[in-house]
Each structure stands twice: as structure tokens, then as C-alpha cells.
Nanobody, 125 residues
Framework: VQLQAFGGGLVQAGGSLRLSCAAS????????MGWFRQAPGEEREFVSAINWSGTSTSVTDSVKGRFTISRDDAKNTMYLQMNNLKPEDTAVYYCAAQMGRRPIPSSRSYEYSYWGRGTLVTVSS
């Protein structure tokens, strides 16, 4: 599976961005997908995930109510809509694929086998 994340950029606090993750290589509906992020000097952390059918999602508490994950099987693309961005959201955002049609998408990075390169999101105060 090849993953490419894009859509990052510089935005002021309170603004919005939509990240996209384009996938190829295996049938898109054969795996769960997730977003993780890594801020400078910090460990990579879970942001949000969606299962293979789009019927189950999870999101970390710090972005709940602000970020929404979705997927479009027709476009082989996963999205992360980020609203009301805060300076603490500044990080490199990575998309990842968890192989297998598991009903609940994982929040654990080690359960994801494929990773995109990441896209930088910078939120200014």
C-alpha cells in the first residue's frame, strides 16, 4: 500500500484545513486507516482513525469536536477536516493503513503497517 498525505500548510489559530491521504496498491476497502501527528521534540501521537467501511471512527480527546475523519472509497482517499485549529495542533501529520477489515480502528501506531510521508501543519497564534 502506498500512501500520500497532502493538504498541510500555515494557518492562523481558529482557521481550518483539510488533509487528504491518497492510497493505492490494494483495494481501498480492505483496510482501516488513521491519522497520527508528531510535534517537534514530541513522540508521534494518535489523532483519529476510521474503519474499512467508514462505519466506525475514533478521535483523541484533544481534537474531539474540532477534527472529523472520513473516507471516500470512490476516490481511494481519506480526509481529516480540521476546524478551530490551535497552535498546539502544529505538527507533521501522517496517514497510515491498518491491514484487515477490523470493525474497530486502532489507535496504536504499531498496528499500522503502512505510512505516508507526512504533511506539515503550522498554526500561528
Amino acid at each position: 500500500v502506498q500512501l500520500q498525505a497532502f493538504g498541510g500548510g500555515l494557518v492562523q489559530a481558529g482557521g481550518s484545513l483539510r488533509l487528504s491521504c491518497a492510497a493505492s496498491g490494494r483495494p481501498f476497502n480492505s483496510y482501516n486507516m488513521g491519522w497520527f501527528r508528531q510535534a517537534p521534540g514530541e513522540e508521534r501521537e494518535f489523532v483519529s482513525a476510521i474503519n474499512w467501511s467508514g462505519t466506525s471512527t475514533s478521535v483523541t480527546d484533544s481534537v474531539k469536536g474540532r477534527f472529523t475523519i472520513s473516507r471516500d472509497d470512490a476516490k481511494n482517499t481519506m480526509y481529516l477536516q480540521m476546524n478551530n485549529l490551535k497552535p498546539e495542533d502544529t505538527a507533521v501529520y501522517y496517514c497510515a493503513a491498518q491491514m484487515g477489515r477490523r470493525p474497530i480502528p486502532s489507535s496504536r501506531s504499531y498496528e499500522y503497517s503502512y505510512w505516508g510521508r507526512g504533511t506539515l501543519v503550522t498554526v500561528s497564534s
